[in-house]
Nanobody
Framework: QVQLVESGGGLVQAGGSLRLSCAAS????????MGWFRQAPGKERAFVAA????????VYADSVSGRFTISRDNAKNTVYLQMNSLSPEDTAVYYC???????????????WGQGTPVTVSS
């Protein structure tokens, strides 16, 4: 049974930082592309970032490029999202996902976590 469990969300002031983690089990972690998505209240789920199997390359949404960094530790079956210079517009539930190709399209990802909420106060 595949499980993706996010953690690290919470309340932070604008300009602050958070690091999200996603621990995976039940799948050959290093064989999967890992991505982060977010869904703000009243909005559709949106792509944030994705990282290749060995962590050597990543892609980002324009809205987070330069502020967020995705990374992974295959020895720990964990993917991270370091979020800096947070703004209220970053408030959302953040989800990690596992897939087989690097894509910004959510429906192409095979497995999803339950999400962790991030609230950025102004």
């Amino acid at each position: 049974q595949v499980q993706l469990v996010e953690s690290g969300g919470g309340l932070v002031q604008a300009g602050g930082s958070l690091r999200l983690s996603c621990a995976a089990s039940g799948l050959p972690f290093s064989s999967y592309i890992m991505g982060w998505f977010r869904q703000a209240p009243g909005k559709e789920r949106a792509f944030v970032a994705a990282v290749t199997r060995n962590g050597s390359s990543a892609v980002y949404a324009d809205s987070v490029s330069g502020r967020f960094t995705i990374s992974r530790d295959n020895a720990k079956n964990t993917v991270y999202l370091q979020m800096n210079s947070l703004s209220p517009e970053d408030t959302a539930v953040y989800y990690c996902a596992a897939g087989t190709i690097v894509t910004r399209t959510s429906r192409r990802y095979l497995y999803w976590g339950q999400g962790t909420p991030v609230t950025v106060s102004s």
